[in-house]
């Protein structure tokens, strides 16, 4: 009997991460997995699922409006717990996967721990060594590693990482970060090259693109900082079209969809981008300023430099390399780095992952069956 496999996606990231590996299965004509969405990005979700294809079996709904953290994982906790209580007959699983570090993946681990069955944690390791900072992702991703049976790193430095928490190396897998596959997976096909915009908003750029996204909790306080920030440069750079697609995230939404930046001529102020618009805006543009996790990742593919919204990075690869740079979210910093930093890429060789960690996930979870 082959082994049962449960996915388990709750944003953006992580069904963007996991699409590569559920190919994978549909490639090799392994059926026996089911996928669960928690709903902790409905909406934001919504188009993605589209894109790659992919419809969730069951669908789970964690969020309630104003909810605060303790709610939303005691929810997801007993959501996962009551889906698993009642697919008990028709497909109870031998594995539970989830990816990254959100309050779904932290629920996801724990209801496998409580429930007997093994957990795979899909880029575990990842540590910036500061529980406020990325908040709650820091804590979610230590509670899920201490009950994880396969631990599948992206690279050698979080494989290092678990090794000082005493994690067993036998359970430790360095398979790259699944976020290249998916990158791969499109360029490969010549999705990405024959791709139209489908907001209506980028079809018009003729200018050099600077692409900005800024969601982390840690963040939202500080965000007039960016804001004046990206004031100056677009007045200062009239030849770059700046695009920030806002998260929406209230905290976030409202403050830049308000802010002066919405009428200056070369600023593009927009919704969420669909996964290709965002991954066709990154290749074109000069240089990416960020707070986030993928697109750290996803930038170096295309040789295109990051300044980090962060004081520390979990994914400090690029930024050993000298591609990408930490900036804080001090206006100053922001502005400096924009002006000095033109990193040379000497290959676009993505030190994430080489497209092949989907993969060795399946190969290493299929062989311990
Ligand atoms: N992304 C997207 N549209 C956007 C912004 C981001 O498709 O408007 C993608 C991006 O390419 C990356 C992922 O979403 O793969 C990152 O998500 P996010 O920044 O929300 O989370 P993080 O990676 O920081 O956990």
């Known amino acids: 009997m082959s082994k049962k496999l449960l996915f388990i996606i709750g944003t953006r990231p992580e069904l963007i991460k996991i699409f590569p590996i559920i190919n994978y299965l549909k490639g090799i004509n392994y059926t026996n997995y089911k996928i669960v969405a928690t709903g902790q990005h409905k909406d934001l979700l919504e188009s993605y699922w589209n894109v790659f294809n992919i419809q969730p079996d069951y669908e789970l709904n964690i969020i309630k409006k104003g909810q605060n953290l303790t709610l939303l994982t005691s929810k997801a906790i007993l959501s ?187 600023v593009i102020i927009t919704e969420p981008l669909e996964y290709l618009d965002l991954i066709k805006i990154i290749s074109s543009s000069k240089v990416i300023i960020s707070d986030s996790g993928g697109i750290q990742e996803e930038a170096p593919t295309f040789g295109v430099p990051v300044l980090i919204l962060r004081e520390t990075t979990e994914r400090p690869e690029a930024v050993n390399l000298g591609y990408s740079k930490l900036v804080g979210m001090n206006k100053q910093e922001i502005i400096n780095a924009f002006n000095n930093f033109n990193p040379i890429f000497e290959n676009t060789k993505n030190p994430y992952g080489d497209g092949r960690s989907s993969k060795r996930i399946i190969e290493t979870l299929i062989s311990n069956q």
């Not at 409580?114 to 795979?120: V, W």
């Not at 631990?151 to 090794?163: C, D, G, M, V």
């Open 80 to 266: 996962i717990d009551e889906l698993l209580k009642e697919i008990n007959k028709e497909f109870f699983p031998d594995v539970i996967l989830a990816q990254g570090d959100t309050t779904t993946v932290m629920a996801a681990a724990m209801v496998a721990f409580y429930n007997n069955i093994e957990f795979a944690h899909i880029e575990a390791g990842l540590r910036s060594f500061n529980l406020q900072h990325p908040f709650p992702e820091e804590f979610n991703r230590k509670v899920a590693s201490i009950v994880t049976n396969y631990h599948f790193a992206p690279t050698t430095i979080a494989k290092e990482n678990l090794l000082k928490e005493n994690i067993n190396e036998k359970k430790i897998h360095v398979v790259g970060n699944t976020v290249v596959d998916t990158l791969n997976y499109f360029v490969e096909n010549k999705i990405l090259e024959n791709h139209n915009f489908s907001n209506a908003n980028l079809n018009n750029i003729k200018n050099t693109t600077v692409l900005i996204t800024c969601h982390r909790r840690e963040n939202h306080l500080n965000l007039n900082n960016l804001i004046e920030a990206i004031t100056e440069l677009s007045a200062a750079n009239k030849n770059l079209t700046f695009i920030w697609p806002v998260h929406p995230n209230p905290n976030v939404k409202s403050k830049v969809k308000n802010s002066v930046l919405n009428e200056k001529h070369n």
